[in-house]
């Protein structure tokens, strides 16, 4: 999973081709920290996507600037354009089928 800044967002996720899984999240949110290496294992089970991961503690304008108000927020992004967001109360379940349902 990459690890997104405001230095390499654009690069990564706005200027990308393809589908990309941008994981928001924070050390002090409990269901994010138990999420996330649930993301990874999707991450390794579809290679064609591209995963990556904001610490919102460290990139706060960033997440303010996508719209990420509320933790655990995953949004996905289709070269480079925001197409489907899932947020509190997700599941894992509700990933992989988000997932599933963008990559057609």
């Keep these: 999973m990459l690890e997104l800044n405001k230095d390499n967002f654009d690069q990564e996720v706005l200027n990308s081709k393809g589908l990309v899984l941008v994981d928001y999240w924070s050390p002090k949110c409990e269901p994010c920290m138990e999420l996330?290496?649930?993301v990874v294992e999707l991450s390794e089970r579809f290679p064609a996507v591209t995963f990556g991961k904001v610490n919102i503690m460290e990139n706060r304008r960033l997440?303010?600037?996508?719209?990420?108000m509320g933790l655990p927020t995953?949004?996905?992004?289709?070269?480079?354009?925001p197409v489907a967001e899932l947020t509190k109360g997700l599941t894992i379940e509700d990933v992989e089928a988000k997932l599933k349902e963008l990559l057609g």
């Design 63 to 68: 997440a303010i600037g996508q719209k990420v």
């Design 36 to 38: 996330m290496p649930h």
């Design 74 to 81: 995953i949004l996905f992004y289709k070269d480079g354009q």
